[in-house]
């Protein structure tokens, strides 16, 4: 029973990590028809952003407002930093090469995804950083009988969630979401009605790398350890639950990133934990192969 | 406007509305240079164009759909306005009203036909571009669309720039017409004119397009 609740909580936590990044994967796939492969690093950079201004900028937030207080710098710290450098990442890679078409806008996303994380180490080093236990709370709270929760991590699912449903909320509920899907269904149409392409653009290039960086500092505070290339890992696996969820949907990419999680967490704490990632992308073929479109991803037959 | 299959009526329109270059010439709303506005800024200045082929967005819903019609016009008109021109267009397609909760990939040809007219509506144009609004619906359609049609532009005044193939149906409620041939105007003049007019007889109202009655 304990072992299960840990796995439960481990694989919603990991899970809402991969759902953030998966919710970037997909927006900026619904709109371009581009998978960004940068976007694993986005959330490396996010981790290591995080990481810095815990390490320097908390000293006078934590002593004035508490860990917290400091955690809560690092983490609008490292979003807004990223919302700002996918917007850059989207001004110098991607849009000089619009025009050119589908594949060398790809080869421009690998470029932008080596670049980031050789960039990352050559600041920071090659060698994993540590977040600083110090700066870390280390309350834990106890749920029931001898079930313990460490704070971070149930604040790391508050927010986490949270903000997920937020985004749901803009993007499925409001007029401009409903603007942002319609862009992705047929750009041209959506001009006729007035919707600025640009602005779509803006919107998931900042939304998305922003999300990323919040995943990457839950990571850092989750798991202490960071390294310049582990953007690709967990990239890999966010990019996984978008198709397992059906990309270029929103519901999808949070559907498959707390389930891919969850499996993971389970499977690796019942069965084992050498075998997680062959389990992984076995579901990932099996749900490939059962419903090609992904779990939420139904396409609507187009009538004539 | 009417022409064959391929003469350029599409183009012309998506030209018009900003969606394809202009290589030469100019392009007037109203006195007003468009070549000076992008494409997303024209429904602002008052012009809607339903394009061909309906393109309704599948995935969302009917009212949604009809939402996003206001985009381009949503700091120029009141909530009020925007509700009483919804429901006037409720009245103009009953059947939008029932459905508008579902996916409009999920309605009839004809039935995504008159969302997306309401679509173009609903931004309250001065101008409305309607690329074959006909096409590949069943007659009693066709028949239903044709009174809209007329009925906007008696009602509310707006001008309508109407590309058709079925010649018969668009000069009975058209009150000027232009023949384009491979991208040329190749005639032009009221509806009655056009009616009586012995290449427009032979080549657009002849007895052999009976497909097109
Ligand atoms: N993007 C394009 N590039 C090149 N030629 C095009 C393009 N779109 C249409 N055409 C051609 O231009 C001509 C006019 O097309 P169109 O305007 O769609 O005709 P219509 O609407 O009158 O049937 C056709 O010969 C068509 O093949
Ligand atoms: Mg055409």
Redesign the interface.
Known sequence: MQLLLEQLTNGLTIGSFYALVAMGYSMVYGVMKLINFAHGDFFTLGSYLGYTILVIGSGWVTRTFGLWGGIALAILGAMLGLALGGLLVERVAYRPVYKAGRLPLVVSALGASIFISNGIMAVWGPRFQAYPQTGIPSGTLRLFGEIYIPDIKLVTLLVSLTLMAVIYFIVEKT?FG??V??TA??R??????????RSIILFVFSVGPALGALAGVFAGLNYSRIIFNMGWGYGLKAFTATIIGGIGNIPGAMVGGLLLGLLESLFEGFVSGAWKNVFVFLILIVILIVRPTGLIG?K????? | MLGANGAGKTTLLKVI?G?VPIKSGVVRLMGQDLSKY???????LGM??I?E?R?V????TVE?NL???T????HKLSERQIRETKEWIFTLFPILRERRKQ?A?????GE?QMLAIG?GLI?KPKILLLDEPSL?LAPILVQEIFRVIRQIHEEEKVSILLVEQNARKALSIANYGYILETGKIAIQGTAAELRENEHVKAAYLGGTRLRNR
């Open positions: 007029l409903a603007a899907r319609a269904l047929d041209e149409t959506a001009t006729l009605m007035g919707i600025n392409f139904e609507v037959a187009e009538k004539v | 509305s969606l992008l494409p997303h800024q024209l429904a602002a809607a164009h394009p082929g393109r967005f599948a995935t969302l949604e939402n996003l019609g985009w381009g016009v949503r996916l990939g999920t309605l009839s040809g995504q679509r931004s590949g």
